[in-house]
């Protein structure tokens, strides 16, 4: 038993990195005076980000942005950030930040965020080095997140203490980002190093408030489930449930910690509690990986409690969802390697987390079905992530076909030049999209291969199991007579 | 009987969060496309924008007018009419998002054209909301010399009256 708790609490820690957007409160653009950056700042407000970046760059190339350049030059190296263009951005927070004629405030966000860039990139060393750059003119959100690129680094370079010591006692002021990375020091000292300050640390994100932030209390959610597994692995399960029953019920995590707070109270023996909790973990109608778990888990609970016939009738239901399961995943992976996936993902709404509820009642054909399993897979999210991106970017490119007709109406002129630059970006844009669907398809595939050899070896468990308590069941009978 | 190791346990990512480092290296290629494509996109729109500011100052004479506000409530700005010698040019209505946007720094590029050298008036007139129907009309005079011009229009209310106050400042030559 101990083993499979030493493998799901390697589950519970995985490195989280925060969705990337514009930090307004880096700096403020309310005092902002010259006409270029105010309207680029409408622009992006207008929810077009990108025209607003290419007016600042059309400007900053002309030297038009005077006097607010730097200020523009950070709102590109922001939004640049934002969208994963790091190079670039890079260098404008660079520009700015060793530009010794803007405000010092300016300069330091600007090596902070380019430390931060540095950080996120595994960048440890020249992470510090730009954050010996900063001066004096951090707020104390800023402050929080310089202490904790400065962990982390002193965590690389094999300091864990001086790392635990680096962290900001106070919660208070910290940014989000902070939070994450606060998750992740954590996660690391208690998961690889098996540093009893790791659990101190994610103790305190357990205690955030994250009623008015989804995000942050899927951070706390996270933060829970690793303390509770951790204190599962060393057989402390009272201490483990009180961390994974403050989980939320309502999302795909509480699939695990129902998990746990099932083997928190087997691990007491207390073998009709654990029951409680898998029964209604195996009962849910969205497919998961802690279900399958579930599923040998009850059978083996029943058996414990000696409740053989129990234990027998659920051994053979496991057996019939492990069956029909791998079954049913040949099926899922033939309409996959059709359309399947792409009207699957296409037909879903453009909101970045509506078309994840949004496709979860839909479990009515093969592929459907299995959805969630995919949506276990942080490489699955990820490349599905991306390939949503390139969907949006393929209808802004679509966009500026309208505006380059426009434009030739007004100038009463044909541009032969805008219209073979849109579409050599238009093909490019399908193609990634197409190269994009099929990476996506075959991780879909290689994910289900991966569980029906999973399902395969749980049936062998699950008919051993069996087996088991088909002979305790006779043994016991026997005793009896 | 637990003991059978599952690489299959992907570990659970909550779906409100995001990345985790082994799923960026997975996907270097495409992150490396992504980023190469959002700067050929941002390269086709700053040209397409160049041609078309070109194709504005073709015109020798022309006048952009800018909209910002200074802490204004939102309150105050309902509903915003230019004239510009007299001649209606442009009507807007705000919603409350845009006007705590233009509190934020930004600014409404609101209008944009050519226009003769010489003296020019131009009047705003600004509609309060539904609870506060005040309207107020006011009226700068500019000496439009060649060139492209820019008119900053802010509008605030330092002094807490029923009706904002508006501050133009003309900058002459500066392209839009």
Same mark, same amino acid.
């Given at each position: 038993?101990?083993?499979r708790?030493s493998?799901?609490?390697g589950?519970?820690?995985?490195?989280l990195?925060?969705l990337?957007?514009?930090?307004a409160?880096?700096?403020?653009?309310?005092?902002?005076?010259?006409?270029?950056l105010?309207h680029a @700042?409408? /622009?992006a407000a207008d929810g077009?980000? @990108?025209?607003?970046?290419?007016?600042l760059?059309?400007a900053d190339?002309?030297?038009?942005?005077?006097?607010?350049s730097?200020?523009?030059r950070?709102?590109?190296?922001e939004?640049?950030?934002?969208?994963g263009v790091?190079d670039?951005?890079?260098?404008?927070?660079?520009?700015?930040a060793?530009d010794?004629?803007?405000?010092?405030?300016?300069r330091?966000v600007?090596w902070?965020?380019?430390?931060?860039i540095?950080?996120?990139?595994g960048?440890h060393?020249?992470?510090?080095v730009?954050?010996q750059?900063?001066?004096k $003119? @951090?707020?104390?959100?800023?402050?929080?997140d310089?202490?904790?690129?400065?962990?982390?680094?002193?965590l690389?370079? $094999?300091?864990p203490?001086e790392?635990v010591?680096a962290?900001?006692?106070?919660?208070?002021h910290?940014s989000q980002?902070a939070l994450y990375?606060?998750?992740?020091?954590?996660?690391l000292?208690l998961?690889?190093q098996?540093n009893?300050f790791?659990a101190?640390?994610?103790?305190?994100?357990?205690e955030?408030?994250s009623?008015k932030?989804?995000?942050?209390?899927? /951070?706390?959610d996270?933060a829970?489930l690793?303390?509770g597994?951790?204190?599962?692995?060393?057989?402390?399960a009272s201490k483990a449930?009180?961390?994974?029953?403050?989980?939320?019920?309502?999302n @795909?995590?509480?699939?695990?910690?129902?998990?746990?707070?099932g083997?928190?109270?087997?691990?007491?023996?207390n073998?009709?509690?654990?029951?409680?909790?898998w029964?209604e973990?195996e009962?849910?109608?969205?497919?998961s990986?802690?279900?399958?778990?579930?599923?040998?888990a009850i059978?083996?609970?029943?058996g414990?409690?000696?409740?053989?016939?129990?234990s027998?009738?659920?051994?053979?239901t496991a057996?019939?969802r *492990?069956?029909?399961?791998?079954?049913?995943m040949?099926?899922?992976?033939n309409?996959?390697?059709s359309t399947?996936?792409?009207?699957?993902?296409n037909?879903?709404?453009?909101? %970045?987390?509506a078309w994840?509820?949004g496709?979860?009642?839909?479990a009515?054909?093969? %592929?459907?079905?299995?959805?969630p399993?995919?949506?276990?897979?942080?490489? *699955?999210?990820?490349?599905?992530?991306s390939?949503?991106?390139?969907?949006?970017?393929?209808n802004?490119v679509a966009?500026i076909k309208?505006?380059i007709?426009?434009?030739?109406?007004?100038?009463?002129?044909?541009?032969p %030049?805008?219209?073979?630059q849109?579409q050599?970006?238009t093909?490019?844009?399908?193609r990634?999209?197409?190269?994009?669907?099929?990476?996506l398809?075959?991780?879909?595939?290689?994910?289900?291969?991966s569980y029906?050899n999973?399902?395969?070896q749980?049936?062998?468990?699950?008919r051993f199991?069996?087996a088991?308590i088909i002979e305790?069941?006779t043994?016991?009978?026997?005793?009896k007579? | 009987?637990f003991a059978?190791?599952?690489?299959?346990?992907v570990f659970v990512?909550?779906?409100?969060?995001w990345?985790?480092t082994?799923a960026?290296?997975?996907?270097?290629?495409?992150?490396?496309? =992504?980023?190469?494509?959002t700067?050929a996109t941002l390269?086709l729109?700053?040209?397409l =924008?160049s041609a078309?500011?070109r194709?504005?100052q073709?015109?020798?004479?022309?006048l952009?007018i800018?909209?910002?506000?200074?802490?204004?409530?939102?309150?105050?700005?309902?509903?915003?009419?230019?004239?510009?010698?007299?001649?209606a040019v442009?009507q807007?209505?705000?919603?409350a998002q845009?006007?705590?946007t =233009?509190?934020?720094?930004a600014?409404?590029?609101?209008?944009?054209?050519?226009?003769t050298t010489?003296?020019?008036?131009?009047?705003?007139v600004?509609?309060?909301s539904?609870?506060n129907?005040?309207r107020?009309?006011?009226?700068?005079?500019?000496?439009?010399?060649?060139g492209?011009?820019?008119?900053?229009v802010t509008?605030?209310n330092?002094?807490?009256?029923?009706?904002?106050?508006?501050?133009?400042?003309q900058?002459?030559g500066?392209?839009p």
């Amino acid at each position: 038993m101990k083993s499979r708790h030493s493998l799901l609490i390697g589950t519970a820690f995985g490195a989280l990195l925060p969705l990337l957007t514009v930090n307004a409160a880096e700096v403020d653009y309310s005092n902002t005076t010259t006409t270029t950056l105010g309207h680029a @700042l409408h /622009l992006a407000a207008d929810g077009d980000d @990108l025209a607003a970046v290419a007016t600042l760059l059309m400007a900053d190339k002309k030297g038009s942005a005077e006097p607010e350049s730097d200020a523009s030059r950070f709102y590109i190296a922001e939004t640049l950030r934002s969208r994963g263009v790091m190079d670039e951005a890079s260098r404008y927070y660079l520009a700015v930040a060793n530009d010794a004629g803007a405000k010092q405030h300016l300069r330091d966000v600007a090596w902070l965020t380019y430390a931060k860039i540095r950080h996120e990139q595994g960048d440890h060393a020249g992470a510090l080095v730009a954050l010996q750059n900063i001066k004096k $003119g @951090l707020s104390d959100t800023q402050k929080g997140d310089f202490a904790m690129i400065k962990a982390h680094a002193l965590l690389a370079a $094999g300091k864990p203490q001086e790392a635990v010591d680096a962290v900001p006692g106070n919660l208070k002021h910290g940014s989000q980002w902070a939070l994450y990375q606060r998750y992740n020091l954590g996660g690391l000292l208690l998961g690889e190093q098996n540093n009893k300050f790791g659990a101190a640390i994610l103790h305190t994100l357990s205690e955030i408030d994250s009623r008015k932030n989804p995000e942050l209390a899927a /951070l706390k959610d996270q933060a829970n489930l690793a303390l509770g597994y951790s204190l599962l692995k060393i057989s402390k399960a009272s201490k483990a449930r009180s961390y994974l029953q403050q989980v939320r019920i309502n999302n @795909l995590l509480s699939n695990m910690a129902l998990l746990g707070m099932g083997w928190s109270y087997a691990i007491e023996q207390n073998h009709e509690k654990a029951l409680v909790y898998w029964l209604e973990l195996e009962g849910r109608p969205l497919k998961s990986t802690y279900q399958y778990e579930a599923s040998l888990a009850i059978p083996y609970a029943f058996g414990q409690a000696r409740a053989f016939n129990q234990s027998i009738n659920y051994y053979k239901t496991a057996l019939n969802r *492990f069956e029909g399961d791998a079954a049913a995943m040949n099926a899922a992976k033939n309409a996959l390697g059709s359309t399947g996936l792409a009207a699957l993902i296409n037909g879903n709404s453009s909101d %970045e987390f509506a078309w994840i509820n949004g496709w979860q009642p839909a479990a009515s054909t093969p %592929e459907t079905v299995f959805l969630p399993l995919f949506m276990d897979s942080p490489n *699955f999210q990820q490349a599905l992530k991306s390939y949503r991106t390139l969907l949006a970017l393929n209808n802004y490119v679509a966009s500026i076909k309208g505006e380059i007709v426009a434009y030739e109406t007004r100038s009463n002129s044909t541009a032969p %030049e805008l219209h073979q630059q849109h579409q050599q970006l238009t093909d490019n844009v399908d193609r990634a999209i197409q190269a994009q669907l099929a990476t996506l398809q075959q991780l879909a595939i290689d994910i289900l291969t991966s569980y029906q050899n999973q399902l395969g070896q749980y049936l062998q468990q699950a008919r051993f199991g069996m087996a088991q308590i088909i002979e305790q069941a006779t043994q016991n009978r026997g005793g009896k007579q | 009987m637990f003991a059978v190791v599952t690489k299959q346990l992907v570990f659970v990512l909550s779906l409100a969060l995001w990345l985790t480092t082994a799923a960026q290296a997975e996907s270097s290629d495409t992150r490396l496309d =992504l980023s190469e494509l959002t700067k050929a996109t941002l390269a086709l729109k700053r040209d397409l =924008l160049s041609a078309e500011e070109r194709l504005f100052q073709q015109n020798p004479n022309t006048l952009t007018i800018f909209i910002n506000t200074d802490n204004l409530p939102a309150r105050l700005l309902n509903e915003l009419e230019i004239s510009v010698d007299n001649r209606a040019v442009v009507q807007h209505m705000f919603t409350a998002q845009e006007a705590q946007t =233009l509190n934020s720094g930004a600014m409404k590029k609101i209008y944009a054209a050519p226009i003769t050298t010489g003296t020019h008036t131009v009047t705003i007139v600004i509609n309060g909301s539904t609870t506060n129907r005040e309207r107020s009309a006011t009226t700068f005079t500019m000496a439009k010399g060649a060139g492209h011009d820019t008119l900053k229009v802010t509008i605030a209310n330092p002094l807490q009256k029923r009706t904002p106050d508006l501050f133009f400042e003309q900058q002459a030559g500066v392209a839009p």
